[in-house]
């Protein structure tokens, strides 16, 4: 693949490349001639197919769920990433700066404790690249997410919840179990709630979102899990010289951002931690709850009246960002993520 291949704008697909204006362009050509050059020179054209496909999904407007007289409602549909997640575009960064530095070369294995995108979006490169991927998981998740980290070629150490809820605690221990298995040789922990290179993975998002609109939009909102994908899609909209209004969202059940109580909740990859790693709270304009049945019922929603097919955090989103449109009326744009495929739901609570 020649760096000098176009982008079709607004197809919302990778169809080339315009390594200029994309980071993880550049990312994915020097990480797969690392990896040539590391496992003897296959081409690459025969491992970088999946990789290629991170990136540049769709954007699409909201139809039937926004009432008349609201703002426009934009989704970007990160569900279209080999993986159905935007976690992807945070897997590549990490490991192909981990191995650009020379901290793991094929034959490794990585760890991270996951409640499965992450897991499923590093078991992916992970397997791409040549190296091992070992996932600390939990029963509170999705079966389904530690099926599709297997079917990647993880192994999966499963850690026990409480009651079916997502706490504090159980993250504490998820993360701690990780740690421990790092300590072995030629082991490598991801640290996707603490490197740097996770923040940069989704700076293309945000350059994204405001070349779609040619920079035409007033409110990015979305739900914090480490603070990463907000934080790294405003930086891309900076980038692009967008400065929107920015609003963190989290369950009303774990209200960490806006009363510093946790509390159980289950909506999958948010409201974990009391201080989100990634999160500049003075980036904010504000932080806003939302119930989380009312994000599993929009859910179903998006599903039957809209066509779009998410998890419980995209519900959470758009939930917010139709109230947000609301508020602001006509003129005016709110932009927010489709965080994943509701595929990795199936068999769960929130469409059974």
Not at 267 to 284: H, K, M, N, Q, Y
Request: aromatic residues 8%; charged residues 20%.
């Amino acid at each position: 693949m020649s760096p000098e291949r176009t982008y079709r704008p607004h197809v919302g697909r990778l169809v080339g490349f315009t390594s200029q204006k994309y980071p993880l362009t550049i990312i994915l050509l020097i990480v797969l001639d690392l990896v040539d050059n590391a496992v003897g020179g296959i081409p690459l054209t025969s491992i970088s197919a999946g990789l290629a496909a991170i990136g540049n999904t769709p954007l699409v407007r909201l139809g039937k769920l926004v009432p008349d007289g609201a703002a426009e409602v934009w989704v970007k549909l990160e569900g279209g990433n080999p993986t159905g997640s935007y976690k992807d575009r945070m897997a590549i960064s990490v490991l192909s700066a981990a191995m650009a530095r020379g901290d793991v070369t094929p034959g490794d294995t990585v760890v991270e404790f996951t409640g499965g995108s992450t897991g499923t979006a590093l078991a992916f490169v992970c397997g791409v690249l040549g190296l091992k991927f070992t996932a600390v998981f939990s029963d509170a998740f999705s079966q389904s997410k530690q099926q599709a980290m297997e079917a990647f070629g993880a192994k999966v150490v499963v850690e026990k919840c409480v009651d079916g809820n997502i706490t504090h605690e159980l993250a504490e221990r998820m993360k701690q179990r990780a740690l421990a298995l790092a300590e072995q040789p030629s082991y490598y922990y991801a640290d996707q709630f603490g490197s740097p290179d996770v923040r940069r993975g989704y700076v293309p998002l945000g350059q994204e979102i405001a070349r779609s609109l040619d920079g035409g939009f007033d409110v990015f909102c979305a739900a914090v899990g480490t603070g990463a994908a907000m934080m790294g899609t405003l930086d891309g909209m900076h980038e692009f010289g967008v400065k929107p209004k920015v609003i963190a969202l989290e369950p009303s059940q774990s209200p960490l951002l806006t009363t510093g109580k946790s509390g159980g909740h289950k909506v999958e990859g948010i409201a974990v931690f009391p201080e989100p790693p990634f999160l500049d709270r003075s980036s904010l304009s504000e932080v806003r709850t939302v119930d989380q049945d009312k994000g599993f019922e929009m859910c179903r929603r998006l599903a039957r009246e809209e066509g779009i097919f998410g998890g419980g955090s995209t519900g959470l989103n758009v939930c917010a960002a139709i109230e947000l449109a609301v508020e602001l009326g006509p003129g005016n744009r709110v932009v927010t993520f489709g965080c994943d495929n509701g595929v990795k739901y199936l068999g769960g609570h929130i469409y059974s």
